[in-house]
């Protein structure tokens, strides 16, 4: 199984401008992969930061000197005419996937309802360039955008929540934009949590399945919900979700965020995984302790758990 590290950043000046990133003036391309060796990641997609104006020629040398390793999301200037022409090649660039942006501050994050960027939806839904998007509060405007550009792939980051742009968690994230957003969804277009313990709730508002974390040792167990809820029966659906709410709890936490429980537990079920990179590191004793503990108390919920039929 090869493992891809979606986003990561890298840059030799300026420090990081949210307190989320590592708090370092520099990340250079020969640290990054000595922690992905370390860590058994075979490859990972570059986001350029903004904090660093050479940034994009720092990326496009990494997918150069490490073939295979590395990808990139770039971006172009969205308030330059010249910007418009370039959208059809975009990709013909060297490792380049797509497009990245944060509409966070105006006035970008007023583009997004002002019709502004239009010309960009549909360029880049005619050249098939994906585009991933920082858009915390902004999700009624983008379900907008998705209806109207049905060929057009995005990614919202941290299902709109504001992780990764502060300390706060992505649970923080509103649910009632993220029920309006996938109820204006056009048909044929399938929606996903990106929360393990919103799962189950937003099943109700049409979601199909779940990209989740504690899915590594709970899949059999969402599929067993996904498929009670699907046959009508939700007091099923709600016990078996409530038999992984310690694994939900355990995925993440102040002393140890997420991915450090999940690769102790990938440790524990004999998967070889490496510690997490920095900033976060190894695991405390009491991770790798309480991993055991977990995954023996959901087997015990499981064995409990009377048999329904599906």
Same mark, same amino acid.
């Given at each position: 199984?090869? !493992? ?7 840059? *030799? ?26 860590? %058994? ?36 200037? +969205? ?32 583009? +997004? ?14 050249? %098939? ?13 983008? %379900?907008? !955008?998705?209806?109207?550009?049905? *060929? ?7 299902? %709109?929540?504001?992780?990764?742009? $502060? ?31 919103? $799962? ?27 498929? +009670? ?14 038999? =992984? ?14 991915? !450090? /429980?999940?690769?102790?537990? =990938?440790?524990?079920?004999?998967? /070889? ?21 977990? +995954? ?15």
């Amino acid at each position: 199984m090869q !493992i891809v590290d979606a986003q990561i950043h890298l840059w *030799g000046s300026g420090l990081p401008s949210n307190r989320a990133h590592r708090q370092v003036t520099a990340f250079p391309t020969k640290e990054a992969v000595g922690l992905m060796d370390a860590g %058994g990641v075979d490859a990972a997609v570059i986001h350029p930061p903004g904090w660093d104006p050479g940034a994009t020629t720092m990326a496009f040398a990494a997918v150069r000197d490490y073939p295979g390793r590395f990808a990139i999301m770039g971006a172009l200037p +969205l308030d330059r005419p010249e910007s418009r022409a370039l959208v059809a090649n975009w990709r013909s660039q060297p490792g380049m996937l797509g497009l990245r942006y944060g509409f966070l501050q105006e006035p970008l994050r007023g583009w +997004l309802e002002d019709g502004t960027l239009d010309w960009l939806w549909a360029a880049a839904e005619r050249a %098939g360039v994906p585009i991933a998007m920082l858009a915390t509060d902004s999700l009624p405007a983008i %379900g907008r !955008i998705a209806a109207r550009y049905p *060929g057009l792939r995005l990614t919202i980051d941290h299902l %709109g929540g504001r992780g990764g742009n $502060t300390t706060l968690k992505d649970a923080a994230a509103n649910p009632g934009e993220t029920a309006a957003l996938i109820s204006s969804l056009p048909a044929g277009c399938e929606a996903y949590s990106g929360d393990d313990l919103m $799962t189950l709730p937003l099943l109700a508002s049409g979601v199909v399945g779940t990209v989740g974390v504690a899915t590594h040792w709970t899949g059999e167990d969402h599929q067993e919900m996904f498929d +009670l809820w699907e046959k009508g029966d939700t007091e099923g659906a709600r016990l078996v979700n409530s038999r =992984m709410l310690e694994s939900f709890a355990f995925e993440t936490g102040d002393e140890a965020p997420n991915p !450090i /429980p999940t690769k102790a537990m =990938m440790r524990h079920l004999g998967i /070889p995984v490496g510690q997490a990179r920095l900033p976060m590191g190894n695991a405390p004793e009491f991770v790798d302790s309480r991993a055991p503990q977990v +995954l023996a108390n959901l087997q015990r919920w499981r064995d409990a758990f009377p048999d329904r039929p599906l």
